[in-house]
């Protein structure tokens, strides 16, 4: 019995977030009509996307008990750095982070419809890692936009785990730490891989754990910004997190 009630759970949230996604899409690019300001309709549908991972989480059942939100800076943009487990981790941080922010985001989730609209139009960026010129442009415009105080979440991992484990970390996110010398706020998330882990469909909820680290300036990396930087920072801010995680 708890197995049949584990699918049809499962299968509502399917459901449910195609139906959030076509109402709160909807409403949004209505409303979104009458807002001329460029800036403005970013933020909000931002705020749709905000929405749109709250009622998801809830509607998943997971119980998400987050500690350190003490410890996001006020008043300046900063670069948040979770690890990644499982696309849960979008729709918590959604939820969690009491403070406005872009993606960056794997480009195959700006090719889902009505998402992928959503997300465009919010501002999130998406990043090809095959793209060498097309990653050196985002990386320029990342930076650009930190510059005027606008905050990111970016996954260093570049990819969902397999295993659950923090994996090794790519350089783009080290390389926009670089250039742009923005506080950098470590979180792990531990509990997502086994709710929804990569591949899955069936939910299997249970308590999820998000611990949000104090910023750390990366300095003694900011002069030099090559290959040897770009990995020692990358391998300095995973074990940070690695040690978050516990």
């Known amino acids: 019995m708890t197995k049949i009630l584990n699918y049809i759970h499962s299968g509502v949230f399917w459901f449910l977030m195609f139906f959030y996604s076509i109402i709160i899409v909807s409403v949004s690019r209505i409303v979104a009509l009458f807002i001329k300001n460029k800036a403005d309709k970013e933020k909000f549908y931002r705020k749709g996307a905000r929405l749109w991972g709250s009622l998801l989480v809830d509607t998943s059942l997971v119980k998400v008990s987050v500690s350190g939100l003490e410890n996001i800076p006020v008043g300046t943009?900063?670069?948040?750095?979770?690890n990644h487990q499982s696309y849960l981790d979008i729709f918590i941080?959604?939820?969690?982070?009491?403070?406005?922010?872009?993606?960056?985001?794997?480009?195959?989730?700006?090719?889902?419809?009505?998402?992928?609209?959503?997300i465009t139009q919010a501002g999130f960026i998406s990043l090809d890692r095959k793209d060498r010129k097309r990653s050196i442009k985002t990386i320029h415009l990342v930076v650009d936009l930190l510059e005027k105080n606008e905050s990111f979440v970016i996954f260093p991992e570049g990819k969902l785990t397999k295993d659950g484990s923090v994996g090794e970390f790519g350089r783009?996110?080290?390389i926009i730490i670089q250039r742009s010398r923005k506080p950098v706020v470590?979180?792990?998330i531990d509990g997502t891989f086994g709710v929804l882990p990569k591949g899955a469909w069936r939910l299997r909820p249970t308590e999820v754990r998000v611990n949000i680290g104090r910023p750390v300036r990366f300095e003694k990396y900011y002069v030099n910004v090559d290959k040897r930087t770009s990995?020692?920072?990358?391998?300095?801010?995973?074990s940070i997190i690695v040690d978050l995680k516990g």
Do not use: N, Q
């Not at 943009?77 to 979770?82: E, Q, R």
């Not at 020692?232 to 995973?238: A, F, I, K, S």
């Open 186 to 188: 470590p979180i792990s």
């Open 77 to 82: 943009s900063v670069i948040y750095t979770p």
């Open 231 to 238: 990995l020692d920072l990358g391998g300095e801010l995973r």
């Open 172 to 174: 783009g996110t080290s």
């Open 93 to 118: 941080l959604l939820k969690i982070l009491p403070v406005s922010f872009r993606f960056i985001a794997m480009r195959k989730l700006f090719r889902i419809p009505l998402v992928g609209y959503h």
